[in-house]
């Protein structure tokens, strides 16, 4: 009896909690990843490309053209495999998952950390121009990297997967 009225309050959580989780079908993770990656890519670009173009000059043309050089190695090494590891993560979910499984949970710690240093660099002392280098390498190959999110999501929605 008391095991079957603690089946029932488990139940009752459980979809109360189901009822509260915001969930989507799995494929539309990768869009939201996607998504969350090009406009985190966007933002510093933004930030790159306004401080490049406050002293603009040569070697500021020069700064940015090797934060490009930089995004392209750093997407190819660092960023476009973490996109596809947390892809095949995505894909290996319930048909209808947690809209913010989208990034693993140990990402969220990193994310803040990333967020954190941003915004310490931001207000430090280090001249911009030399900054826009490291926001145009990581704006660049979050922008690249999340291309393989896109790619994937209108691969399975054409050959209807998952």
């Given amino acids: 009896m008391f095991e079957q009225q603690r089946s029932i309050e488990d139940r009752t959580k459980n979809s109360w909690w189901s009822y509260l989780k915001p969930t989507l079908p799995k ?61 095949e993560r995505i894909l290996a979910l319930n048909e209808k998952a947690c809209l913010f499984s989208f990034q693993a949970w140990k990402s969220y710690l990193l994310i803040l950390v990333m967020v954190s240093t941003g915004i310490f660099l931001r207000n430090s002392a280090i001249p911009k121009v030399y900054l826009a280098v490291v926001y145009t390498t990581i704006g660049g190959a979050l922008i690249q990297a999340s291309v393989k999110y896109y790619t994937r999501f209108f691969s399975l929605n054409r050959g209807g997967g998952s």
């Fill in 27 to 87: 494929r539309w993770l990768l869009i939201v990843a996607g998504a969350m990656w090009s406009a985190v890519g966007i933002m510093l670009l933004n930030y790159a490309v306004t401080w490049l173009t406050l002293s603009f000059s040569i070697p500021a043309i020069l700064l940015g053209v090797l934060g490009i050089i930089l995004s392209v190695m750093v997407n190819r090494w660092g960023f476009s495999k973490i996109a596809l590891k947390n892809i």
